[in-house]
């Protein structure tokens, strides 16, 4: 049994527990669908999030600071911030959930395996 789950490092936990809170609202993981498909300004994202631009300044802020998503400068009008998906802050997740898989897998073929392979 893979027991790097309950033994993983506690800094990688709390950079794990950062990203799920920050992925646990629902306006922030229409921001991550959207950036999925290429950068956007944050006026393109608070309407295919349906919010008010105040409210997606925030969220964008957020973002950020976990470093899920990224900010430049549009090269046509400098008022305009373009922000694009920052990917490699979902490794943590991302080996999270194959850890977690693995263990469940495991399990069940451990089970199937006891049961006589039924």
């Known amino acids: 049994m893979d027991l790097r789950i309950a033994d993983r ?15 646990a609202d629902p306006t922030r993981r229409v921001v991550i669908d959207t950036l999925a498909r290429g950068p956007q300004s944050a006026g393109a994202l608070a309407t295919a999030a349906g919010t008010s631009p105040p ?20 090269s046509n009008d400098a008022r305009v911030r373009i922000y694009s998906l920052q990917p490699d802050r979902l490794g943590d997740v991302r080996g999270w959930l194959d850890d977690v898989e693995r263990f469940w897998t495991a399990q069940l073929d451990a089970f199937t395996a006891h049961m006589g392979g039924r």
């Open 9 to 23: 490092d506690r800094s990688g936990v709390s950079g794990l527990d950062e990203t799920l809170a920050v992925l």
């Open 55 to 74: 409210a997606m300044s925030r969220h964008l802020r957020v973002l950020r600071r976990s470093g899920l998503v990224d900010e430049r400068t549009d």
